[in-house]
Antibody, heavy 119, light 107 residues
Framework: EVQLVESGGGLVQPGGSLRLSCGVS????????MNWVRQAPGKGLEWVSY????????YYADSVRGRFTISRDNAKNSLFLEMNSLRDEDTAIYYC????????????WGQGTTVTVSS | SYVLTQAPSVSVAPGQTARITCGGN??????VHWYRQKPGQAPVLVIY???YRPSGIPERFSGSNSGNTATLTISRVEAGDEADYYC??????????FGTGTKVTVL
């Protein structure tokens, strides 16, 4: 079964850092662009970042640019999100999501990992 | 940045048709994707590229996109269709944008 599994969430103080990981199985990871999407408690979906298949093209939401870094390791079938200078408003469930080739809808999602920024 | 506007809620009786709209400036020039999210679950793609259904999504789900409005239509609504629905596009500055979300309630 095609699967994405996020890990690395937790409680962190404002200004702190956290690194999220997304492991994948049952598909050729290197052939798919990937995304991070988050959802604050009781709120809607917010796209965070995109990375192309090779990692050569990266985009960020304005709200995280300069603080978050997306990366991938195709040899280890893993996607990452390095989060620095965390703020209260970064508190959310963070999902990794796979892109449909050509069409770019996000067709496979992980179950999410929770990040709580609080003192 | 590009804004996608959705009605906060839609109520529909079982067996009837639900239409969920997504408004954006000249949205017809963009490809629209739709997601369903049930409480406590990850989103699921139900329509991509305006009108295409992923495998496993019933034919009751269809999409259209014209002018300033994209529409997700759910025919013969069932209790299991109750969920939040989000539209999504790429905007011209390489940002992905989600709509505000519509809660569908089955009466």
């Amino acid at each position: 079964e095609v699967q994405l599994v996020e890990s690395g969430g937790g409680l962190v103080q404002p200004g702190g850092s956290l690194r999220l990981s997304c492991g994948v199985s049952e598909f050729t990871f290197s052939s798919y662009s990937m995304n991070w999407v988050r959802q604050a408690p009781g709120k809607g979906l917010e796209w965070v970042s995109y990375i192309s298949t090779s990692g050569s093209t990266i985009y960020y939401a304005d709200s995280v640019r300069g603080r978050f870094t997306i990366s991938r390791d195709n040899a280890k079938n893993s996607l990452f999100l390095e989060m620095n200078s965390l703020r209260d408003e970064d508190t959310a469930i963070y999902y990794c999501a796979r892109d449909l080739p050509r069409y770019y809808g996000m067709d496979v999602w992980g179950q999410g990992t929770t990040v709580t920024v609080s003192s | 940045s590009y804004v996608l506007t959705q009605a906060p809620s839609v109520s529909v009786a079982p067996g009837q048709t639900a239409r969920i709209t997504c408004g954006g400036n000249n949205i017809a020039s963009k490809s629209v994707h739709w997601y369903r999210q049930k409480p406590g679950q990850a989103p699921v793609l139900v329509i991509y590229y305006d009108t295409y259904r992923p495998s496993g999504i019933p034919e009751r789900f269809s999409g259209s996109n014209s002018g300033n409005t994209a529409t997700l239509t759910i025919s013969r609504v069932e209790a299991g269709d109750e969920a939040d629905y989000y539209c999504q596009v790429w905007d011209s500055s390489n940002q992905r944008v989600f709509g505000t979300g519509t809660k569908v309630t089955v009466l």
